[in-house]
């Protein structure tokens, strides 16, 4: 049996964004909704100022609506509007709702923002990076390395290349080419801006670095090793008094994130005392072959199957690859022990219905990926451990978590709905050659029809929406090392309707 202890070295990655997509910015959660951040009621639907501005900015808004004209954004509301109609038509008991992977792709995203949450509330709000450390690494923040580095495969690799070049004095440009067989050293800059993990910032940027210098062996998520040296920088500096401002303010909130970040880690190190994760060598393995094609290969007839049968084959939702039919000889077997319980290759499987396993490294081989799966399965066991303390806190009741989850449940309801009345319409091929002249043609009148009819159960904040300024730079918005990465969904392909001659006014008491 191959005992593998599953150590809580974790790695927050990128969970600001997320947390920014919850509540719209990194401070104390209200206990509701604030009725001031509430832009429009769609019967016990609600679509907040902040979920506007990301439905219209963290995704690719089509060319009808995509500057900051009034009209556009009026057009963009609209597009809202009838997303929460078609969701309240779709009902609660259609063959989506009643679809179990769907329902687990609901919880799944409930669950990570529960754990968002949890990292807000154990982390983020308790961090506050020292002053004189703000201003030291404020003075460096300018500096863009240029360095050249070298991944290695494991310790023996790196003692031997530390050993040469410390013992016998051989230069790492002489030890990098052996190892590359003469090929060119991999080199790149390095900026304060970049999206760099905790340590390798705070190598780059707590101290002045000098020409030449070696940094490392650091420890790569995957296992691998990687040794860097500085061949040169170059220092822009702030001049503006809006650059100083801003370059302050970057440096405050990376250094608070590295600060949340300790904290974050030393709370799920506490979660996770005393247990460990024994996985059943014989299992384990036969799994991994089984599983390395669907994986490497990425063969989601599944996903594929499955939106075509409620959304078309371009939606964006993010279901697993299909486990092929070989799972099905050892799936009642005993794969790993964890936490006084027999995980069989079923209960890994249901697992991963509402939490796809997170692979630390993009591109694996072969040969790499049993020791990639390892890692991914301890990290949906943590995960899950990190479920149940926010379940028991009552996170999954938090207006901001059910306003979220509603979001995606709603966004899903409304294209399916919308593909029901194409294909009663006789126009869901159509619509994916050009969607813009069905909406026209065949969605315009159907909603200018649930206007009416949601006549007065709709409410707008008028005053709210008056103030809201759009940008008009294509993003799609991409949350790195979780299990659900897109931060928000596709924006509603609905209406192109401009005008706002429907509802009433919803007014804003003090």
């Not at 609901?106 to 154990?122: C, D, H, S, T, W």
């Not at 009642?332 to 936490?339: H, K, T, V």
């Not at 009345?421 to 649930?450: C, H, Q, W």
């Not at 008028?462 to 897109?486: C, M, N, R, S, W």
């Amino acid at each position: 049996m191959d005992h593998y202890n599953l150590k809580i070295t974790f790695f927050v990655k990128s969970l600001l964004i997320g947390v920014a997509v919850l509540f719209g910015a990194c401070s104390q959660p209200e206990p509701a909704i604030p009725p001031e951040k509430i832009l429009a009621k769609v019967g016990d639907r609600i679509i907040t100022t902040d979920e506007f501005i990301r439905r219209a900015e963290y995704t690719i808004r089509p060319t009808y609506c995509r500057q900051d004209y009034y009209i556009h954004r009026k057009i963009v509301l609209n597009s809202l509007i009838a997303e929460k109609m078609l969701a309240l038509e779709a009902g609660a008991d259609n063959e989506l709702v009643l679809n179990e992977e769907f329902r687990n792709y609901i919880k799944g995203r409930r669950e990570q923002a529960m754990r968002q949450v949890y990292y807000l509330r154990k982390a983020w709000e308790k961090a506050n990076p020292d002053t004189a450390l703000v201003n030291k690494v404020y003075q460096l923040a300018g500096r863009k390395y240029q360095i050249h580095y070298l991944r290695l495969p494991d310790e023996a690799t790196v003692a031997q290349f530390l050993h040469l070049h410390a013992m016998q004095n051989i230069s790492f440009d002489s030890l990098a080419a052996d190892l590359l067989n003469g090929a060119p050293i991999p080199q790149r800059e390095i900026s304060f801006k970049d999206d760099l993990s905790d340590e390798y910032q705070e190598i780059f940027y707590s101290e002045p670095l000098t020409k030449n210098q070696l940094l490392g062996p650091l420890q790569n998520p995957d296992g691998s090793w990687m040794i860097m040296q500085i061949s040169g920088w170059t220092t822009e500096p702030a001049v503006s008094e809006w650059d100083i401002r801003q370059r302050y303010q970057d440096v405050y909130d990376k250094l608070k994130t590295q600060a949340a970040n300790r904290v974050y880690s030393a709370e799920v190190a506490r979660l996770m005392q005393g247990k460990k994760m024994e996985l059943r060598e014989q299992t384990f393995f036969r799994l991994a072959e089984i599983l390395a094609p669907v994986y490497l290969k990425n063969l989601d007839d599944k996903k594929r199957a499955f939106n075509q049968r409620f959304w078309g084959a371009n939606s964006e939702i993010e279901l697993d690859p299909s486990w092929n039919a070989d799972v099905e000889q050892i799936r009642e077997e005993p794969l790993l022990d964890f936490d006084g319980k027999v995980w069989r290759v079923a209960d890994l499987e249901k697992a991963i219905q509402s939490h796809p396993l997170v692979f630390r490294k993009r591109q694996i081989s072969r040969r790499e990926f049993p020791e990639q799966l390892k890692l991914a399965i301890a990290d949906l066991l943590r995960d899950l451990r990190i479920n149940t303390a926010a379940y028991q806190a009552g996170y999954d009741k938090l207006p901001e978590v059910e306003n979220y989850t509603a979001l995606w449940q709603d966004n899903l309801l409304a294209i399916y709905q919308r593909n029901r009345y194409l294909e009663k319409f006789g126009a869901l091929a159509e619509f994916g050659k050009n969607y813009t002249r069905v909406i026209e043609t065949v969605m315009n009148p159907i909603v200018d029809s649930l206007q009416v009819r949601y006549n007065d159960k709709i409410q707008i904040n008028t005053e709210a929406f008056e103030k809201i300024q759009l940008t008009d730079i294509d993003l799609f918005a991409v949350q790195k090392g979780v299990a659900y990465p897109i931060v928000s969904p596709s924006f509603p392909l609905l209406t192109t309707d401009n005008k706002l001659d429907y509802g009433s006014r919803l007014t804003i008491t003090e």
